[in-house]
């Protein structure tokens, strides 16, 4: 007979999901400190040591939309103005109420540039999106961090918390691919910056498509 669905259940079903038998703490403390270690360790040999990538980087989105959400911040991980009735807003808008999903979708186009950038690399194009999860996961965890600190604070720090952002995915993209190199670091940081460009820009036009296809 199937049992009950009650508090147990619940609980049970939340720590199924985070993983908290292996340990989300013990997740980002590892990624803090040894992320091209870990994950290469995780695609290549254990794959139970670390939370799910993609439960990973939709919970810790989910963690600074929530800090972001409560202490009304004006400046967000991602922050855009376009005019508000476009469809391009619209589209942008979306990317800022959904972090998760819209971290998923970024990290496709940073990873056709990693892919590019490092094809001598043993690794295919789904094994570097899985990269991308846990670093753009850790990544929303220094926003998390900051957009705390200037909620209670009142300083305006999410500057500061993109530049610590930016270093970090670059250091642990970096170490991921050959940390004794620092071209690969190099590689990383361009990597980054043109994958955030071409998303951003892609968005745009989609949305200025449809705009003038509606006028038509």
Same mark, same amino acid.
């Given at each position: 007979?199937?049992?009950?669905?009650?508090?147990?259940?619940?609980?049970?079903?939340?720590?199924?999901?985070?993983?908290?038998?292996?340990?989300?703490?013990?997740?980002?403390?590892?990624?803090?400190?040894?992320?091209?270690?870990?994950?290469?360790?995780?695609?290549?040999?254990?794959?139970?040591?670390?939370?799910?990538?993609?439960?990973? &980087? %939709? @919970?810790?989105?989910? $963690?600074?939309?929530?800090?972001?959400? =409560? #202490?009304?911040?004006? !400046?967000?991980?991602?922050?855009?103005?376009?005019?508000?009735?476009?469809?391009?807003?619209?589209?942008?808008?979306?990317?800022?109420?959904?972090?998760?999903?819209?971290? &998923? %979708? @970024?990290?496709?186009? $940073?990873?056709?540039?990693?892919?590019? =950038? #490092?094809?001598?690399? !043993?690794?295919?194009?789904?094994?570097?999106?899985?990269?991308?999860?846990?670093?753009?996961?850790?990544?929303?965890?220094?926003?998390?961090?900051?957009?705390?600190?200037?909620? %209670?604070?009142?300083?305006?720090?999410?500057?500061?918390?993109?530049? =610590?952002?930016?270093?970090?995915?670059?250091?642990?993209?970096?170490?991921?691919?050959?940390?004794?190199?620092?071209?690969?670091?190099?590689?990383?940081?361009?990597?980054?910056?043109?994958?955030?460009?071409?998303?951003?820009?892609?968005?745009?036009?989609?949305?200025?498509?449809?705009?003038?296809?509606?006028?038509?």
């Amino acid at each position: 007979m199937i049992k009950r669905i009650n508090s147990h259940y619940i609980i049970h079903e939340i720590e199924h999901i985070l993983h908290f038998e292996k340990g989300i703490l013990y997740t980002i403390r590892e990624l803090a400190i040894r992320p091209g270690i870990n994950i290469n360790h995780f695609i290549k040999e254990n794959r139970s040591r670390l939370v799910k990538p993609i439960v990973f &980087i %939709i @919970i810790t989105s989910l $963690i600074y939309s929530i800090i972001n959400h =409560f #202490f009304h911040l004006e !400046d967000g991980y991602v922050n855009f103005d376009i005019t508000k009735e476009s469809t391009s807003a619209i589209f942008l808008k979306w990317i800022n109420d959904h972090y998760g999903y819209s971290n &998923i %979708i @970024i990290g496709v186009f $940073i990873a056709f540039w990693l892919k590019l =950038f #490092f094809r001598k690399c !043993d690794y295919n194009f789904f094994e570097i999106i899985i990269l991308l999860c846990f670093v753009m996961g850790m990544g929303m965890l220094i926003f998390a961090f900051f957009a705390l600190i200037e909620g %209670i604070s009142h300083f305006k720090l999410m500057s500061v918390a993109g530049a =610590f952002g930016i270093v970090y995915m670059t250091w642990a993209i970096g170490q991921f691919f050959d940390k004794k190199k620092p071209m690969s670091y190099f590689k990383a940081f361009v990597a980054y910056c043109l994958g955030m460009i071409g998303f951003t820009i892609t968005a745009i036009l989609i949305g200025v498509t449809i705009d003038a296809l509606i006028k038509h």
